[in-house]
């Protein structure tokens, strides 16, 4: 059943919606209740596809159903019709404008409709992707403040990598923040990369919920099993690698593989004379969970993120 949760006019004679597909049980007592969200930042699409799979492998076999799944795909459907990652016309991140206010301007209206439509659900899940210039393995990011509680819930999404984050560097405008401190349990998936979709990221992520679902009580049918996420729990856990001199960044290592210490992630090149400006090299012994996506940088663009770990935890 789609429903508005809140709409507002544009000028024009033009109304901005944003709207979620509830799926009910077909029966009386509807269960627990969870809530898939995406579509906060238009330029990130890989929930699009989420939205889509979950809905539709629901629908195949709806009598498994036992609880109530609530899909928001668009939660700012100007930056998605745009493929603008913050709120076209008003310069403004979505996501930092939680939990927002009933009486204040438009775009804080919309966040306080957001949050009391989502308050109460049992699991919310906040699907994001990186930006243009990177991409992620599947992970959940949390803040410490909540790990104890949402920890549990992360490790049966059948994601690669948990990252817990200090409370300091975790703001607390987003939405994720603003549920959890309310009591309603939200975790942040991030994956893949802005303006694409990756199937099989999007698929492994499906396959969590469902096993997610399934431990909750919301669904009663077959799943695939799940991995094992790595948890990263210090900021010394992962090394970051940025570039020392601006070019073309051509990648060596894939994506998702172990490295050793010294093994070689990519090379900037210079395209007018033709020379390698610099070789980067792993740092550490891990996982190299994020790496660049965009080819052109500058000295200090952000190149990959490697997860510290022996081969064998690995």
């Not at 629908?59 to 609530?70: C, H, I, M, S």
């Not at 699907?127 to 992970?139: D, G, K, V, W």
């Not at 200090?166 to 405008?173: E, F, G």
Request: charge should be negative.
């Amino acid at each position: 059943m789609v429903k508005t949760v809140a709409s507002v006019g544009l000028p024009v004679d033009e109304v901005l919606k944003i709207r979620k597909n509830s799926i009910f049980p077909d029966r009386e007592d509807c269960g627990k209740r969870i809530s898939i969200v995406t579509g906060i930042h238009g330029d990130e699409l890989e929930g699009q596809y989420v939205c889509y799979e979950l809905i539709h492998r629901i629908n195949q076999a709806k009598e498994y159903l036992t609880g109530t799944v609530d899909v928001y795909p668009a939660m700012n459907p100007l930056g998605i019709d745009s493929i603008t990652r913050g709120i076209p016309a008003f310069d403004l991140d979505m996501n930092r404008i939680f939990p927002g206010t009933k009486d204040g301007a438009m775009t804080e209206y919309l966040a306080s409709e957001i949050m009391n439509d989502l308050k109460g659900s049992d699991v919310c899940i906040d699907i994001h992707a990186s930006n243009i210039y990177l991409t992620e393995i599947p992970q959940v990011r949390i803040n410490e403040l909540h790990r104890e509680w949402l920890v549990p819930l992360a490790e049966k999404l059948n994601i690669d990598f948990i990252w817990i984050h200090s409370n300091a560097t975790v703001l607390k405008s987003t939405l994720a923040f603003s549920l959890n401190s309310i009591g309603t349990p939200t975790l942040v998936v991030e994956m893949g990369v802005g303006m694409r979709i990756t199937k099989s990221y999007c698929d492994q992520l499906v396959d969590g919920i469902f096993n997610l679902m399934k431990d909750m009580g919301i669904w009663r049918g077959p799943v695939k099993p799940v991995r094992k996420p790595m948890i990263s729990a210090g900021s010394d856990d992962v090394a970051f690698l940025n570039a020392t001199s601006a070019g073309i960044f051509v990648q060596e290592a894939v994506h998702g593989q172990y490295v050793r210490k010294g093994d070689l992630i990519g090379k900037i090149c210079d395209p007018l004379e033709g020379i390698v400006r610099d070789k980067v090299l792993s740092p550490v012994d891990g996982i190299l969970f994020t790496i660049r996506e965009y080819p052109v940088v500058d000295e200090g663009s952000l190149i990959a993120r490697i997860l510290r770990r022996t081969e064998e935890k690995a």
